[in-house]
């Protein structure tokens, strides 16, 4: 009797030795960067992670260098979302995680800006430009009400209709 249970036992230790090897070759490494529009390290960007064909997710945080880096990454297809502050700022879609290997990801917001733009139609290059003048118009706008204010709770009346006389010069509307 104690011979059958110690060579089951013995068996059941082969089989998991076997099966180890096999689920580490289907991992991997993952290690990359992430770099803001004015090339400064992202630190605390959400790298989030979902295999296209099984679901699973990981979840992952750029270090105070920008850095990523991770083990045991599941081989596959994977959908990619970089957060900051609770923002998306780039998506990629089919990034592949091999196994054994070690992925890499790098993200430069500067280059990201650059190929968005180099793809974009005439038209839509326009249409940035003119929010861009109207966010620069309502700014500028909304600073000369303040000045405006503190010149009229200061008793400079004069000046406050002078600040108001530009501002509606600036934009009748």
């Known amino acids: 009797f104690l011979m059958k249970k110690l060579s089951m036992l013995l068996l059941a230790a082969v089989v998991m ?3 180890v090897p096999s689920a580490r070759g ?4 993952l290690k990359g960067s992430v770099k803001a ?3 400064k390290p992202m630190a605390g960007a959400e790298i989030d992670m979902a295999d296209k064909d099984t679901g699973h997710k990981y979840q992952l945080k750029t270090d105070k260098n920008g850095n990523i880096f991770s083990l045991g990454i599941a081989a596959g297809t994977y959908d990619v979302t970089i957060s900051n502050n609770g923002q998306v700022v780039d998506k990629l879609n089919g990034f592949p995680v091999r196994p054994g290997d070690e992925a890499v990801l790098n993200i430069d917001m500067a280059k990201e800006q650059q190929r968005a733009a ?3 139609t005439d038209e839509q290059k326009k249409a940035i430009e003119q929010q861009s003048k109207e966010r620069n118009t309502v700014k500028n706008l909304n600073e000369m009400l303040a000045q405006a204010k503190a010149a009229s709770d200061a008793g400079n009346f004069d000046q406050a209709k002078q600040i108001m006389t530009q501002a509606t010069t600036l934009d009748p509307n």
């Open 26 to 29: 289907q991992m991997a490494t």
């Open 118 to 120: 180099a793809s974009m």
């Open 17 to 19: 030795a076997l099966l």
């Open 37 to 39: 529009a004015d090339g």
